[in-house]
């Protein structure tokens, strides 16, 4: 099994990148509920309690794609498509709806309780895109050209090209460096 590649710097992007590449993928950390569990432990958000997991998976998929489809056109300064928006939206809501404040070192934040559930983690990437949408960086948005993964670059100079340069930019500079070469 491959390794959780978590190069987004923002829950909602690494939760986009479930899928290795657009629009065929390979790999789909959402396509069982093994691998959803194994996802969500990479990245810091461990589901406690599976039951319920397999028939959460198609709401998971489905805010993925929502995700995605919200911040691609971000990335080239295109507006968001609305029921994207919305599907986000109603997510956070329902999520903001179910959850509750609580004190934590002298202010306070948001939880939803444990076990940890499916849902939960949903309500959290909703969260997430919301934060990002409201607060940004947005300008900071990028796409990687190999594999269309969604990355916020935090690099200082701004630079940042590829969702990780040890996978999509070494490949990229390699076949750069061959065509080259052959002509």
Same mark, same amino acid.
């Given at each position: 099994?491959?390794?959780?590649?978590?190069?987004?710097n923002a829950?909602?992007? &690494?939760?986009?990148?479930?899928? /290795?590449?657009?629009?065929? +993928?390979?790999?789909?950390?959402?396509?069982? @509920?093994?691998?959803?569990?194994?996802?969500?432990?990479?990245?810091? $958000? @461990?589901?406690?309690?599976?039951?319920?997991l397999a028939?959460?998976? @198609?709401? +998971?998929?489905?805010?993925?794609?929502?995700?995605?489809?919200?911040?691609?056109?971000?990335?080239?300064?295109?507006?968001?498509? =609305?029921?994207?928006? &919305?599907?986000?939206?109603?997510? !956070? %809501?329902?999520?903001?709806?179910?959850? =509750?404040?609580?004190?934590?070192?002298?202010?306070?934040?948001? *939880?939803?309780?444990?076990? $940890?559930? +499916?849902?939960?983690?949903?309500?959290?990437?909703?969260?997430?895109?919301?934060?990002?949408?409201? !607060?940004?960086?947005?300008?900071?948005? %990028?796409?990687?050209?190999?594999?269309?993964?969604?990355?916020? &670059?935090? *690099?200082? /100079? =701004?630079?940042?090209?590829?969702?990780?340069?040890?996978?999509?930019?070494?490949?990229?500079?390699?076949? $750069?460096?061959?065509?080259?070469?052959?002509?």
């Open positions: 099994m491959t390794a959780v590649e978590l190069v987004g829950l909602c992007l &690494d939760f986009a990148n479930t899928v /290795n590449a657009r629009p065929v +993928a390979e790999r789909d950390w959402l396509g069982t @509920p093994d691998e959803a569990v194994t996802w969500a432990a990479a990245a810091g $958000r @461990p589901i406690e309690e599976p039951d319920g028939a959460a998976l @198609p709401d +998971a998929r489905e805010l993925r794609e929502a995700v995605f489809r919200v911040f691609q056109p971000l990335t080239r300064g295109e507006r968001a498509p =609305r029921p994207d928006l &919305d599907t986000v939206v109603a997510l !956070h %809501g329902d999520g903001i709806a179910r959850g =509750r404040l609580e004190e934590a070192d002298e202010k306070f934040r948001f *939880s939803w309780g444990a076990p $940890r559930t +499916a849902r939960i983690l949903l309500w959290e990437v909703a969260a997430s895109a919301v934060e990002l949408l409201t !607060h940004g960086p947005l300008d900071r948005l %990028g796409e990687c050209p190999s594999c269309c993964w969604l990355f916020l &670059d935090v *690099s200082k /100079n =701004r630079r940042r090209r590829w969702c990780s340069m040890a996978t999509c930019g070494s490949r990229d500079k390699s076949r $750069r460096y061959y065509a080259g070469r052959s002509s």
